[in-house]
């Protein structure tokens, strides 16, 4: 860690530890909240991404299934917000491994990697209805989920590391040592409990994440779960019903970028820079948002219209929905799903490959078939 790189203005202090950590020194962050005043010219940029959330909130709330968007936005950041840290699976690879989780055959096997970014997906819904505060006790649960069965060193799922930890190579950023982390997690905890905290809700909400991935507490999965939990209180503290916004798109598109803001946090205190970064990141992402989910709902109606007309058949529009959850379906599982016999299903399938809404997954046992409008809408710019 660069010594010269901490001004007088660093949100923290150096303090020395072991001297192969990349220099001497590890950075022991300020307690939450920050000494930083909120300034004038940043308000502008707060209104209108607040404006623009509070549109996404409202045209979320109106759609009669909103399933149809909350499935491909969560399976979305699951995907983008794990590549950013090179654990890579494409929508179909994660498609398929929740149609069939077998176990990875070894430390090698792909299938790692599915199961992580599945794991990713499974602890976004369990955040999401949890009825724990946003807090300690509820991240190490969600690091257990996303640590779950994946092999390799260094997991620990859901505990808090015991040894020295840097992030970049060679070490860029080195947080507290092991041995003192419980003297910046308790005030961080303490910190996240308080009903009202100092700053507008959604600048607290990258306020905390900042300092999450300033403490860094976990030996691995540290970016993975400080992302989880803003999409977490970003719902939780910013007044929506869904999880309708996600910020691993925007950050995924320039990872130096997001990481030389948090570096410069830590180092000068650039509070200003880091969180106007932020919101103009929430604009964009609830504006991308809602122009996908038109797409999708534009999409919807014109399957109606081609397949049933007015006369729309109910157990096509139940499988059409269902299409829009995961676009993805295997003829053996609809039977349980839609409650009708094999046969039925079948020809079900049948007449949707016929209207082109569906298409046969090549080479995949057992036969599943996949919707590629909605795929290429629901996953854009991810195979
Ligand atoms: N200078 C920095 N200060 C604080 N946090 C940073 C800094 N640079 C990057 N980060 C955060 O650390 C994350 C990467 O951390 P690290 O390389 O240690 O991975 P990790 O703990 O193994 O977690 P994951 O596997 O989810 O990345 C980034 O995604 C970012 O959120």
Not at 67 to 87: C, F, H, K, V, Y
Not at 149 to 158: A, H, L, S
Not at 169 to 194: M, N
Request: proline share 8%; net charge negative; charged share 25%.
């Amino acid at each position: 860690m660069q010594h010269s790189d901490f001004g007088p203005g660093a949100s923290g202090h150096l303090s020395e530890i072991a001297p192969f950590w990349g220099g001497a020194y590890c950075f022991d962050p300020d307690p939450l909240p920050p000494t930083w005043e909120f300034p004038a010219d940043l308000w502008p940029v707060l209104n209108e991404a607040n404006k623009q959330l509070m549109l996404l909130e409202g045209i979320g709330r109106s759609l009669p299934n909103p399933a149809i968007l909350l499935r491909p936005l969560r399976d979305r950041e699951a995907i983008l917000s794990s590549r950013m840290e090179g654990t890579m699976a494409t929508p179909r690879q994660l498609l398929l491994y929740e149609l069939d989780p077998r176990e990875a055959a070894s430390e090698e096997d792909p299938r790692n990697m599915h199961r992580e970014v599945a794991n990713y997906a499974r602890a976004l819904d369990y955040a999401l209805t949890s009825p724990l505060p946003t807090g300690l006790t509820l991240i190490r649960q969600l690091h257990a989920i996303l640590m779950d069965g994946v092999r390799g060193k260094n997991r620990d799922p859901g505990q808090f590391r015991r040894q020295q930890v840097a992030i970049g190579a060679p070490a860029r950023y080195v947080p507290p040592a092991p041995g003192r982390l419980q003297d910046f997690l308790d005030p961080f905890d303490a910190y996240l409990h308080l009903e009202r905290k100092r700053y507008d809700p959604l600048v607290d909400c990258f306020v905390t994440h900042y300092q999450l991935e300033a403490i860094h507490p976990f030996s691995d999965g540290n970016g993975r779960i400080g992302r989880l939990l803003l999409t977490l209180m970003i719902q939780r503290c910013c007044g929506m019903t869904q999880p309708w916004l996600h910020m691993s798109e925007y950050y995924e598109a320039d990872h130096q970028q997001y990481c030389d803001r948090m570096y410069r946090v830590s180092t000068e205190g650039a509070w200003s820079d880091w969180i106007g970064y932020c919101l103009k990141g929430v604009a964009q992402q609830a504006t991308k948002t809602i122009e996908r989910c038109d797409r999708l709902r534009t999409l919807r109606d014109e399957y109606y219209d081609r397949l049933t007309g007015k006369s729309a058949s109910l157990r096509l529009k139940q499988i059409i929905d269902g299409l829009f959850k995961a676009p993805m379906v295997a003829i053996a599982d609809l039977p349980e799903a839609i409650g009708v016999t094999y046969p039925t299903a079948k020809s079900d399938v049948a007449k949707l490959v016929k209207a082109g809404v569906l298409a046969e997954f090549p080479d995949h046992h057992p036969k599943t078939y996949y919707a590629p409008e909605i795929f290429a809408i629901a996953y854009e710019g991810l195979e």
